[in-house]
């Protein structure tokens, strides 16, 4: 079972992606039907972020060094960066992360209270050095896009920008078929102190605000004593898949860090300059790795809406091919990604090979289909429909892929 959904061999057998030593190692190419996917996956992810009050922008591929020395990356990262490049004389960095960037949006005016809070996202691509033994399919790339988001906000904001994200990550998620998580709220060593980044205050109001969200929501947590990163406590959410694993993908995550090395501030009600507090969200993680997840969860055969052919319409004899092109192009003008298969291959192993591409529907067209301008509906589970006319398969597609169903 785990090898038939293996996303190694899937995104291989379906033409999605693929890995070629010429190009390197760890870096995707993603083929016409894989970009498809992702596509979708990237609409659907901007369409909830406009909706939910965040704002996108877009940054750069690579920043001078003066961003990662500010940040801190080039002390405590430098391993996980490639080496730098010279341009006229100065160094310049491939970005493993976008907050500076982000960062330097924020400082790039003074703000005040009443702009807070803030939420920027970006599909941000980062390439970090990963050795190429532990590469691994999708999983661990050294070139990946981050659905990354900052939320800047002041104190007082704080527990409902965390909420918010709460329900914001799980309405994404659960829009992809996932309905089972664990959470982890990783907080700091108490006995430690000095180890972190951050007044004592701060952490405490941070863990106490995402203690708080898990808990309005009644969603049991694991809280993980001293697994916090240096610069701030955070939970992560790890989705169930269809073989019962888990795998973590969405992190949000307080950041005491950066906002103090980059001097950000806003002005309060008081008229003074305040420090104001910021969190990283990735809701999918990287596109890369929920990718790998969503074919293994499936087995390939994904939901209709992320299908990259949604319908196959098989003409039985050459005599039927206009017909099954006049379909397809209805099918695509009511938005449905369709096509024709035209090969001279019988009808049967036509229906095979679009099982075999896991196409969630196949649309049969003979003589009499022809004639009363219909069509013979079948599944890629080989469950047959029967006959309709061409409006309805469409109603009952699209009413399909509204709704994000299966099939
Ligand atoms: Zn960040």
């Given at each position: 079972e785990i090898e038939k959904r293996n996303h190694r061999r899937l995104i291989k057998e379906l033409d999605l992606v693929s890995f070629h030593e010429e190009v390197g190692a760890g870096l995707a190419l993603w083929h016409p039907k894989g970009a498809r996917i992702r596509l979708v996956i990237e609409d659907y992810w901007r369409k909830l972020h406009l909706e939910g009050g965040y704002d996108i922008v877009f940054t750069p591929h690579i920043g001078r060094s003066y961003l990662w020395e500010t940040s801190g990356h080039l002390g405590f990262y430098k391993d996980g960066m490639y080496s730098p490049m010279d341009i006229e004389g100065q160094e310049y960095y491939i970005k493993p992360m976008n907050c500076p960037f982000h960062i330097m949006i924020y400082n790039s005016e003074m703000r005040s209270?009443?702009?807070?809070p803030l939420r920027w996202a970006e599909l941000g691509t980062v390439y970090r050095y990963e050795?190429?033994?532990?590469?691994?399919?999708?999983?661990?790339?050294r070139g990946f896009t981050q659905d990354d988001a900052h939320i800047i906000c002041t104190p007082e904001q704080m527990d409902d920008e965390v909420l918010r994200v709460l329900d914001f990550s799980l309405n994404l998620l659960k829009?992809?078929?996932?309905e089972e998580f664990r959470f982890d709220l990783s907080v700091r060593d108490p006995a430690k102190p000095?180890?972190?980044?951050?007044d004592d205050a701060m952490w405490i109001q941070a863990e106490a605000s995402l203690a708080r969200a898990l808990e309005t929501r009644a969603l049991p947590y694991k809280r993980m004593e001293g697994?916090?990163?240096?610069y701030g406590p955070k939970i992560d959410i790890h989705i169930k898949d269809a073989l019962n694993r888990t795998w973590q993908c969405t992190t949000i995550q307080f950041d005491f860090n950066e906002p103090r090395r980059f001097g950000m501030t806003y002005v309060g009600e008081d008229g003074k300059e305040h420090e104001p507090y910021m969190v990283h969200r990735a809701l999918l993680g990287s596109i890369e790795r929920f990718f790998a997840l969503l074919v293994e969860h499936y087995a390939g055969a994904f939901p209709v809406w992320l299908s990259p052919v949604q319908v196959r319409v098989i003409p039985i004899a050459d005599r039927h091919v206009s017909y099954a092109r006049a379909v397809v192009q209805r099918l695509q003008g009511a938005g449905l990604r369709a096509e024709v298969d035209?090969?001279?291959?019988?009808m049967q192993a036509k229906i095979r090979e679009a099982q075999v591409q896991k196409v969630p529907y196949m649309l049969v067209v003979g003589d009499r289909e022809m004639e009363a301008g219909q069509a013979n509906l079948r599944t890629r589970e080989g469950v047959v429909l029967g006959t309709m006319t061409v409006d309805e398969f469409i109603a009952l597609a699209t009413a399909v892929v509204n709704e994000k169903r299966l099939i």
């Open positions: 209270y009443r702009d807070l050795r190429s033994g532990t590469l691994h399919g999708l999983l661990r790339v829009g992809f078929g996932f000095d180890k972190y980044a951050g697994e916090a990163v240096f035209d090969s001279s291959n019988r």
